[in-house]
């Protein structure tokens, strides 16, 4: 949110007012002191002060969710449970979505919250935000493998993928197991990744999203919100450049 929006909507004072401590230099973000009140800031995340008042502001929340498969990646669906129905309702917030999908039979790491732009910013494909997946197909994977991936996979109706890193942790003919890093998000991303080089994903698990490692002691359908710690790793894609605001991304 807008510093001068947030200290209006935290009734600090009239919007003039406001602009005159800004440019006053008595408002401090993680004690700097901010001159633009257009600056994008989290009350939730950062210090905000103005003078010596702390601004104490609830904003948003932040959940990881460990996926279960069966399990839809929307806010409603009329047929199956969506990941939304996960959130107990003490939980749930006007706005709650998650952040990214993974397929109905996808396990594992998605990112829930209430804010919009957490999840604009992670999902920007310039931003490479990078994913690894713990997969299982059915064949053997070689190091041939490990090089097209490397190299960039060209989907069948030409689309080229971004480098990805295949680290493969057992091939043997009916199973093989590896972790799969990439950096995009395209639809059915992995899946159509091994298609490519000839093998069907049969097991498909999302283990981290940018600087956010799934819980491992979650269990499946089990979410958590993220501790501070793990906001602070989240702080660069709090941060928007306007020339951002015009780039389209995929979900
Ligand atoms: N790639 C896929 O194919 N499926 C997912 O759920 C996520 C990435």
């Known amino acids: 949110m807008r510093l001068d929006k947030l ?24 004690g700097q002191v901010i001159m633009d009140e257009s600056l994008n800031v989290d009350a939730a995340l950062q210090d905000i002060f103005v003078g010596d008042v702390k601004i104490q502001h609830e904003t948003h929340v932040y959940y990881m969710l460990n996926k279960p498969q069966g399990v839809v990646t929307a806010v409603k669906d009329i047929q199956h449970q969506t990941v939304i129905d996960l959130i107990r309702a003490e939980d749930q917030r006007v706005g709650l979505y998650p952040i990214g999908r993974l397929d109905r039979d996808t396990e594992g790491l998605l990112l829930i919250t209430d804010n919009g732009q957490l999840g604009y910013q992670l999902l920007l494909p310039h931003k490479k935000v ?3 997946y713990e997969v299982i197909v059915n064949d053997m994977l070689t190091e041939f493998d490990c090089r097209s991936f490397t190299e960039g996979i060209v989907f069948s109706d030409g ?25 995009e998000g395209k639809f059915h991303q992995v899946k159509k990744m091994f298609l490519s080089v000839g093998k069907k994903v049969i097991y498909l698990k999302r283990l981290s999203m940018g600087p956010i490692q799934l819980d491992q002691t979650l269990g499946l359908g089990e979410y958590r919100s993220l501790n501070q710690e793990e906001l602070q790793t989240l702080l660069p894609y709090f941060t928007i450049h306007k020339k951002e605001k015009r780039v389209e991304y995929e979900i």
């Open 159 to 183: 689309k080229k993928c971004k480098p990805a890193e295949l680290v493969i942790l057992s091939s043997e003919k009916g199973q093989s197991h590896a972790y799969l890093d990439i950096t």
């Open 7 to 30: 200290l209006e909507q935290e009734k600090i004072g009239s919007k003039r007012k406001i602009r005159a401590m800004i440019r006053s230099k008595q408002v401090t973000v993680d």
């Open 130 to 132: 990078s994913k690894r």
